[in-house]
Each structure stands twice: as structure tokens, then as C-alpha cells.
């Protein structure tokens, strides 16, 4: 960045437009998401009241924004917690949310807090809450999110309703950082008094709070009568059936148990469209399924039996027998649609079941090789488990699958426990690539389940990837970043499985997103 650039960076208008703009246009994908219904694209009067029932698909990890680890803990978090910054539906374009935000220079942030805020237990949401927070997510022992803030220096209380970042370097990500994890505020005095119990009894200052959490059963969020917006938080409050079998999550919807069942796999589409008393939204999402390597893990050091996996895998194939074709192939961490695609990867792992041979042949495993995978139990899960072993097998990989609950086993390959060589999930999206990429393959990142140095050069991308400030520039930082990473096979990407969502005609209101991860914000129950 040049010193002429900073200058007239300096005089930007601080709505977070212009160069900022092209922070966080992770969403300027084409297309708009199609819905199966006018009353879906028609805004509606809100009507205020009543309880909305949710089929959800999985218990969350934690109800702590910087504890969790899992990306199915959004759709709960975001009833609890309000973040920083918020992001368009459509385009994840970063707007204001608890605060505004500018940067007078290129390493400094300033954050200006909305007044009148308060948690759920009463106490301000002002400067020394969000230093809390920030400082929190960066530097505590428990922090899952300290990737995200890796450049931030110094957080100042600046005024009682103001806080300015100090930056390491320029950080063109930070805006969609915030509207994220590390944008999530919770209670200070909630979250000193209880430890890590609050993991699992949340203050926040979102527009419902939380009551209750029966593991692995059910989720209750009553309304925060004191929140600070008037146009959004209709329902009275919100019930989470944590129901892991998606197709008895739908059929709840369809006998009228539940208002709401979102992640819905496409095998029950017919289902959704048969059914006269309930409505569905489609459209694509950043949402990855993939296999997530341990690189600490041998073989799965050794890069030509990653390659090997990856050329073995008949992607088109796995988009029509587990997604039903609602879907598209994956030959990197971003989609098609995403600004930040880069065509040329599209050849580098073509289907080649002999190239897969020969290079495990050189890696020293001409008989084959076993490997552990961790799975989940659900049907869809089952079902892509064996999709992959059939087609790994070909080739002389031989897989053994534990399966658990989400949390679970993704708490086993990630956490202290890296029980699996690999884990067959999904990658669920963030608001920049730059949080993708960090979060999956940064040394210390909770994602690279190895904790493996995947180099200096990447190192240095991620980086520049923050300080670039045009979205041509970035665009050509993440082009060589994402060839590193597949040139690599530090990942074997499978597919983008598109958003699909069945509510009771009485929903109205639901704005989809990109993420593909539900918001409450917007629904009222009328009828």
C-alpha cells in the first residue's frame, strides 16, 4: 500500500463503502436465491407473538461464540448474540451492526457503539464490554477464534461508547471478522462469573435470550423485552428440537410439531413439494463437504497420498447420488458463483483412478493403505461415507468410519483427542475468504486438526490476502493461495451442497442468506 493510498484512505467516508466495499464481498456471487413461493419474496406486516419450533440438526458445541467450534452453532448463537458488524443477506457486503466502524488510517479501526444497549442480565453493552470481548477472543486459553484477530494489536477504550483497534498490519477482513464469532458481545460479568459454564447458559445481547439447553433434546430462547430494535425479533421466543435424523426433522414440519426445518437434504425435496401446508427456499451457499485431513497423521504426511485421494474421488459422481444433483462439484474451498474462484483449478484432479494408483504406488503403498474417518450418524452422513469408501476403495483405500454427533466427533479429530486420520464434513462459509483460509490452514488454526506448518509462503498470502485493499488484487492473492492449498492437497473438497428450507405456510418473513445458515430475525407466525 503506497503512502498516497493511505492518505486518501484516510478520507474515506466512513459508512464502510468504497475500498471497504470489497472487504467482504465473499457473497457477490451471481444469482439470486429462488423460493417457493411469492410469499416468500413479498415483505409481509410482522406480526409480533408466539413461540417458533425449529427442527434443528445438531446440538451445538458450546453456546459460547468463542468457545464453539462447530458451524452449526450459528443458527443458535445468532438468537442470543447481536455482532458488531452485520452483513447483507444476499451479497455479505458488511454493514453496521452494534457499531459503526471506520478507519481513519489503514491500522487503526474505530468502533462507535450504538447507545442504550444492554446484555440480558442488565449490564451495558458499552466500550469496556466490547475491549472485553476483543481482548477475550484473541488471548484466552479457550479461545477457539484467536485466528481471526491474529492482527490486532491493541484494543483502547476511547470513549464510553467508542473503541479504536490497533492493527498489526492493514486488515482488509476485519469488518466480516466482526460480523462473525469475534463480533458476538457476551456479558463480561456473565462470562467472568461463570467460567465455562457459560458455554452452556449464554448472556448476550441479541434479540432473544437464552432459557434452557437439555443436551442433545432441546434449546429454548424467550424474547428480550428490553432489546434495542424495533424491526426485527417478532416471535415471542424460539424451541430447537435438536432432532439429528433430517428426514423425522421434515416430517415434524409436515404433521405441524414444528414451524421450521432448515439443512434439509435434497433426497426430501419430493417430500417438501408434495406437501400443501408447507413452503421452501432454495439457493446456493458457501457450504463445502469435504474430507478435512490430519497432516500429522501418516500416511496423511506424505502429499502424494493426499493427491492420490483426491484423484481417486469422482466428484460429479458424488453431487448426483448424495446431493441429487442439487448441487455442484468442488474443486476448491470457494464455489463457482464466488468472486474469488479460480477456473483453472477445475482440471487439476480430474477423475483418474490409475494416476490415483500410481501415486500411491510411489508413496510406498502398492497393497493399499487404512485409514479412520470420522462420520456422523445421520442417513445423509451414512450415505456420502458410502459414496466415498466405494470410491476410495477402488483404488486400494481402505476406510473405516466412526461416526458420532456432530460435536462429538468433530471435537475428536479437532480437539486434544485427533482420533481420525481424516473427518468426512462440511465446511460451512465465512463472510471472507480470508477467514476460510485462515481459519482451515493457519498453524495454530482450531481447523488444521494436525496443527501443522503448511508453510511460509501460504503464511504470507493469508497475510497480504488482509492488506490488499482492491478486489482485483485479492482476487489474484487467493488465485495463488488456493492453487498452494490444492497443489498441496491439504484438503479434499467434494462438493457445494445448495441451501434447502421447509416452513409451515404460518412462517413469513425467513430471508435466506448466502452462509445457507438460517436467521431468526425477520420471521413472524401469522395464521
Given at each position: 500500500m503506497t503512502d498516497a493510498q493511505d492518505e486518501r484512505d484516510a478520507h474515506l467516508p466512513t459508512t464502510g463503502l468504497t475500498r471497504r466495499d470489497l472487504m467482504v464481498m465473499a457473497g457477490a456471487a451471481a444469482g439470486t436465491l429462488a423460493t417457493g413461493g411469492a410469499a416468500w419474496a413479498q415483505a409481509t406486516a410482522a406480526k409480533r407473538g408466539g413461540v417458533l419450533k425449529v427442527s434443528a440438526s445438531a446440538n451445538p458445541s458450546s453456546l459460547d461464540p468463542a468457545t464453539g467450534g462447530a458451524g452449526t452453532d450459528h443458527s443458535f448463537l445468532w438468537t442470543i448474540y447481536d455482532t458488531l458488524v452485520e452483513w447483507d443477506y444476499d451479497t455479505l457486503k458488511t454493514k453496521p451492526g452494534l457499531a459503526s466502524f471506520n478507519f481513519p488510517d489503514p491500522r487503526t479501526m474505530v468502533l462507535d457503539i450504538k447507545p442504550g444497549i444492554s446484555f440480558h442480565d442488565g449490564t451495558p453493552l458499552d466500550a469496556a464490554a466490547v475491549k472485553f470481548n476483543l481482548d477475550r477472543g484473541r488471548q484466552d486459553a479457550r479461545s477457539n477464534i484467536k485466528a481471526d484477530l491474529q492482527n490486532v494489536a491493541q484494543v483502547d477504550v476511547s470513549g464510553p461508547l467508542q473503541v479504536t483497534i490497533k492493527l498489526a498490519r492493514p486488515d482488509t477482513a476485519l469488518p466480516a471478522i466482526l460480523s462473525d464469532r469475534a463480533g458476538m458481545m457476551a456479558s463480561p460479568k456473565a462470562v467472568q462469573a461463570l467460567g465455562a459454564e457459560h458455554d452452556r447458559k449464554p448472556v448476550g445481547a441479541g434479540p432473544w435470550k437464552f432459557v434452557s439447553w437439555s443436551a442433545n433434546e432441546k434449546i429454548v430462547v424467550t424474547r428480550a423485552d428490553k432489546y434495542w430494535r424495533a424491526d426485527r425479533g417478532f416471535v415471542d421466543?424460539?424451541?430447537?428440537?435438536?432432532?439429528?435424523?433430517?428426514?423425522?426433522?421434515?416430517?415434524?414440519?409436515?404433521?405441524?410439531?414444528?414451524?421450521?426445518?432448515?439443512?434439509?437434504?435434497?433426497?426430501?425435496?419430493?417430500?417438501?413439494?408434495?406437501?400443501?401446508?408447507?413452503?421452501?427456499?432454495?439457493?446456493?451457499?458457501?457450504?463445502?463437504?469435504?474430507?478435512?485431513?490430519?497432516?500429522?497423521?501418516?500416511?496423511?504426511?506424505?502429499?502424494?497420498?493426499?493427491?492420490?485421494?483426491?484423484?481417486a474421488l469422482d466428484r460429479n459422481a458424488f453431487v448426483k447420488a448424495s446431493l441429487a444433483g442439487v448441487g455442484e462439484p468442488a474443486y476448491m474451498n470457494l464455489p463457482k458463483t464466488h468472486w474469488a474462484f479460480d477456473e483453472t483449478l477445475v482440471g487439476l484432479y480430474p477423475h483418474n483412478l490409475d494416476k490415483a494408483r500410481a501415486l500411491l504406488a510411489e508413496a510406498g503403498f502398492k497393497d493399499g493403505i487404512d485409514l479412520t474417518v470420522g462420520s456422523y450418524t445421520d442417513q445423509d452422513s451414512v450415505r456420502r461415507s458410502e459414496i466415498v469408501g466405494e470410491q476410495l476403495r477402488k483404488v486400494g483405500i481402505r476406510l473405516k468410519f466412526i461416526t458420532g454427533t456432530i460435536p462429538e466427533i468433530s471435537g475428536q479429530f479437532f480437539g486434544t483427542e485427533k482420533k481420525f486420520d481424516m473427518l468426512l464434513s462440511a465446511w460451512t462459509g465465512r463472510p471472507d475468504p480470508?477467514?476460510?483460509?485462515?481459519?482451515?490452514?493457519?498453524?495454530?488454526?482450531?481447523?488444521?486438526?494436525?496443527?501443522?506448518?503448511?508453510?511460509?509462503?501460504?503464511?504470507?498470502?493469508?497475510?497480504?490476502?488482509?492488506?490488499?485493499?482492491?478486489?482485483?488484487?485479492?482476487?489474484?492473492?487467493?488465485?495463488?493461495?488456493?492453487?498452494?492449498?490444492?497443489?498441496q492437497a491439504l484438503v479434499a473438497p467434494l462438493a457445494f451442497q445448495y441451501e434447502l428450507d421447509a416452513a409451515s405456510q404460518k412462517v413469513k418473513g425467513y430471508k435466506p442468506n448466502l452462509l445457507g445458515k438460517p436467521k431468526y430475525e425477520f420471521i413472524s407466525l401469522q395464521g
Open positions: 421466543g424460539i424451541e430447537f428440537s435438536i432432532i439429528p435424523e433430517l428426514a423425522t426433522g421434515l416430517r415434524a414440519v409436515v404433521a405441524g410439531q414444528n414451524d421450521f426445518a432448515y439443512q434439509v437434504p435434497p433426497r426430501l425435496m419430493p417430500l417438501i413439494d408434495k406437501a400443501k401446508n408447507l413452503q421452501k427456499v432454495t439457493g446456493p451457499t458457501l457450504y463445502c463437504l469435504q474430507l478435512y485431513f490430519n497432516l500429522a497423521r501418516k500416511p496423511l504426511d506424505n502429499l502424494k497420498v493426499r493427491q492420490a485421494i483426491n484423484f480470508s477467514m476460510t483460509y485462515s481459519l482451515m490452514y493457519s498453524k495454530d488454526a482450531y481447523f488444521n486438526a494436525g496443527r501443522v506448518d503448511t508453510g511460509k509462503e501460504l503464511a504470507d498470502l493469508l497475510a497480504e490476502s488482509r492488506v490488499a485493499e482492491r478486489i482485483e488484487g485479492r482476487k489474484l492473492i487467493f488465485w495463488r493461495l488456493q492453487r498452494i492449498v490444492m497443489e
